[in-house]
């Protein structure tokens, strides 16, 4: 099967929360490849299962490929246990959005537990842009996108562009 395209606004399955995966089966792991292969086409540095249509709870990322050693990484059923009181804003664009940047405040480290491929539980914590990016894509497990996050003043100044993204 061919890997799927990487969907856009205003598709729904985009606002939609998406399933637990729960047993790391051969499904899975064939699905964490296509979802990597898909980012790195894009080019990207993380995707979330919902952006090719599937509705569960998984993301890929790699945050310094593009200036390094590619390093991929799979969450799978992730939760963010923990969130700094410090908050950091940083310049955020998505795969699903092409062609939108937008400035979003976020909690400046957080600590995630998941289930990794092979199949155990773990636990990381995560700084600078790979927290940015670990929240980003949690986020879009629950339909929330990085255009949810703005501040209430660059909302206002950006609702004809917020409109047409949710389409009609
Ligand atoms: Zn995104």
Redesign the pocket.
């Known amino acids: 099967m061919n890997d799927r395209p990487i969907l856009r606004m205003p598709d729904r399955r985009l606002r939609s929360v998406a399933a637990p995966v729960g047993e790391v089966t051969d499904e899975i792991r064939a699905l964490a490849d296509e979802m990597l292969r898909v980012m790195y086409a894009a080019p990207g540095r ?1 995707l ?1 299962g919902p ?1 090719i249509g599937e509705m569960r709870r998984i993301f890929v990322m790699d945050c310094g490929w593009k200036e390094g050693a590619p390093d991929p990484c799979v969450m799978i059923d992730p939760e963010i246990v923990w969130a700094s009181p410090e908050t950091a804003s940083c310049s955020e664009g ?4 092409p062609g939108i940047t937008v400035a979003v405040t976020r909690p400046a480290a957080v600590t995630l537990r998941f289930t990794g491929l092979d199949g155990a539980r773990h636990e990381d914590a995560f700084t600078g842009f790979a927290a940015v990016c670990v929240q ?2 949690r986020d ?1 497990l629950d339909g929330i ?2 255009i949810d996050r703005l501040d209430a003043q660059t909302r206002a100044a950006m609702a004809d562009v917020l409109r047409r993204i949710e389409g009609p």
Do not use: K, M, W
């Not at 998505?94 to 959005?97: A, D, N, R, V």
């Open positions: 993380g979330a952006q998505c795969l699903s959005l980003h894509e879009h996108l990085c």
